[in-house]
Every structure is written in C-alpha cells, then in structure tokens.
C-alpha cells in the first residue's frame, strides 16, 4: 500500500516538477517576439523569460513530442571555401593546360600557314 502511494506522489511530483503546458501558456507571447528579445520604440527589450529558462520549456516541449515553433528560420550554410585560391584553380589550370597540349599541334600548324601567307603577301607586294 505504501509503495503504490510513494509510486504516485512520485509520478505526481515527476509530471508536475516543470509544468510546460502551464508555462508555454504564460510565455507564448514572449516566446513568439523572438529568441533574445526585440525592438520596441527604438529600443531593444530582452525576452520576459531567461535564456536558460526558454531552453528547458523548449526541450520539455520537445521531449513530450510536441511541436515547438518558436524556433528562428536557420540561415543558408555557407558556400566559401576555406584555403588558398591557388590550391583550388591549380587543378582547373592543369587540365586546361592538358586539353589545350591535345590541340596543339593544329594549332601550331595554323600559326605556321598563317606566317607563310603574310609572308607570301609581302613578296608579292615588294615585286612589282
């Protein structure tokens, strides 16, 4: 008899040890004004409820799989990479430099044929 009496005083006292439901009710306007405070009148007003408090209604809520949608929208991650730029383009330059040694000796030719003719050009234009 004892043991069932000492089990309920301690789920009474297990439940009740930090009402959320009560405390989300009271705060939900606070909550609602952002996670640190707010400006109001040209000045800044911190929340009527603690940081540390906040957290622990957050993570009741939480744990008894409620829905908690306080919470601020969470930002892109961040694209920038670390490092030195020439770490990263040092590969790009390399297989560009690859792809344009496959196309070199057309390349070579062009340049050749193209000297040939303005060569050829000034001769004709020294004979007359």
């Known amino acids: 008899m ?8 301690v789920k009474t006292v297990g439940e009740y040890q930090y009402p959320w439901r ?4 009271k705060y939900k306007n606070e909550l609602s004004k952002g996670v640190w405070g707010y400006w109001e009148l040209g000045a800044w007003k911190p ?3 603690s940081a540390r408090h906040r957290a622990r209604l957050r993570k009741e809520v939480l744990l008894a799989e409620q829905d908690w949608p306080y919470d601020p929208e ?5 694209t920038k990479r670390k490092g030195h730029k020439h770490d990263r383009i040092s590969a790009e330059k390399r297989e560009n430099t690859a792809r344009l ?17 303005k060569k050829m050009k000034e001769e004709d234009k020294s004979k007359p």
């Open 47 to 49: 929340l009527g409820i």
């Open 2 to 9: 004892a043991g069932k009496a000492a089990k309920s005083l």
């Open 74 to 78: 969470r930002k892109e991650m961040r």
């Open 22 to 25: 009560e405390k989300l009710a």
């Open 101 to 117: 040694m496959e196309k070199m000796p057309e390349m070579l030719l062009q340049y050749k044929k193209r000297r040939w003719e």
